[in-house]
């Protein structure tokens, strides 16, 4: 069964942007970029909100034609372009780029998409995030700390009553000095087996 996986850049004191939205202060190196290259080219798909895929698709459509653009750039562009995409929005008809416009977030549904054949579902943009989690649909957490303190900005994790508890099965350093810590929901496995021996 497919997993529903959450990965987000942080600072070290938990905003994944600035106070207006900053995320300038994300330390992208060619090492690091080519891990999440390689990550991501083994999903299923996006699940993502319509902010996050507007801006995506201010720029990811044409990255690789930039000469000048690193390897891993061009290469992310290819995946982005071609990658299924769900966008959830109340105000979108459609979305370009491989993309379906999703009106709200129906539990049932996600879990449908899980059994079906494929790569896992990456879930992107904190708010959508915090939907998901409020119906504990995340199964995997991969949260790339950067060594940078904001002191002012929006946190990943908001206040919630939706207790999970976590395992640590990888963390990784890499050369720009942002470390990954991969965690898996406790039970998570257990309770897939659960619904797929129940239908």
Known sequence: MRKIVLSMSVSLDGFFEGPNREIDWHLISDEL?????ERIGTLGG??????SHELM??????ADQDPDAPEPVRAFAEIWRTMPKIVYSRTLDKADWNATVVREVAPDVIRALKEQPGGDLAVGGAELAAEFRRHDLIDEYLIYVHPVLLGHGRPLFRDTDALAHLRLVE???FDNGVVLLHYTREGAERAARTRAESV
């Not at 698709?57 to 044409?62: D, G, H, Q, S």
Request: charged share 20%; glycine share 4%.
């Open 33 to 37: 970029h080519r891990h999440l290259n």
């Open 57 to 62: 698709a201010e720029y990811w459509p044409t």
């Open 46 to 51: 996006f699940l993502t909100g319509r902010v």
């Open 171 to 173: 963390s990784r350093s």
